[in-house]
């Protein structure tokens, strides 16, 4: 797997031994044969919102720059791996550190698809978007995925009615049409 020290510490939540790996030095940006960087397992573990504060402390303090959107193998960023996990508080830290709203994966999925297509419908669409309108960065609603979908298709198969009107308040196009129509 290519697993640096730091991935191993971070798997293992030795959380100790991955601070004393990172104020000694360690590269917080190395990937393992997946893509899979720290920020990657950190957002993907679900680690508290502090934990994850605190790595971009010790980095800055290092003078070390963090890869906000470094891309896996499947061309997830940290961001879609925090809003898989419905992770509100560390999507909206990744976002003011920098993350890219509109950064698709392999799969053509943004960040907004992926909130489209999570199981639950919660606050987590409307409160990406007041983060992103706080920090004054667009947010392409009506991207297409490489199957043609939008962010309003997922919403609306999900049966995620209150999405689907939320997007329809920003502007989604409900007119484009899927790859099989």
Known sequence: MGNTPLHLALMGSHVQTFLLLLNNGADPNLANTEGTTPLHIICEKKYDDNFVELFFYLNDEN?????????DKLGNAPLHLALTLGHRRMAEFLLKRGADPNLANEEGWTPLHIICSREREDDLMVHFFETCDELKKPVLVDAQDNKGQTPLHLALTCSHRTMAEFLLRRESDPNLAKEEG
């Open 63 to 71: 003078q070390q720059s963090v890869q906000i959107d470094s891309r």
